[in-house]
């Protein structure tokens, strides 16, 4: 007996936003995401930036957009994020 596994059942997957740093690669893009911790012995929030490897399946997305991304499964040694969308343009 198979059983069925259906979306609701599936863990929700992460969503990070954040900016295309890089899009030099054939249907990648790195994406720049910065989020704010708190600093364990200080207590003083610290910027973290880290840099994520996307697919982006169109070559659609330029340096400067703002895009969201979703986890997704291996697609290669560094990929496990895609672009889901993108929220606003670079100038």
Do not use: C, I
């Not at 596994?5 to 969503?15: D, G, L, N, Q």
């Not at 954040?18 to 994406?31: E, H, I, L, W």
């Not at 982006?56 to 969201?68: A, F, H, I, S």
């Amino acid at each position: 007996m198979a059983e069925e596994t259906t979306s609701a059942e599936r863990t929700t997957r992460k969503v990070r936003d954040g900016v295309v740093v890089s899009n030099k690669m054939d249907k990648t893009a790195v994406v720049a995401v910065v989020e704010r911790v708190r600093h364990p012995k200080y207590d003083k929030f610290v910027l973290r930036t880290k840099k994520l490897y996307a697919h982006d399946e169109t070559n659609d997305v330029q340096v400067g957009d703002k895009v969201r991304v979703m986890e997704t499964r291996p697609l290669s040694k560094s990929k496990r994020w895609r672009v889901v969308e993108v929220l606003e343009r670079a100038k």
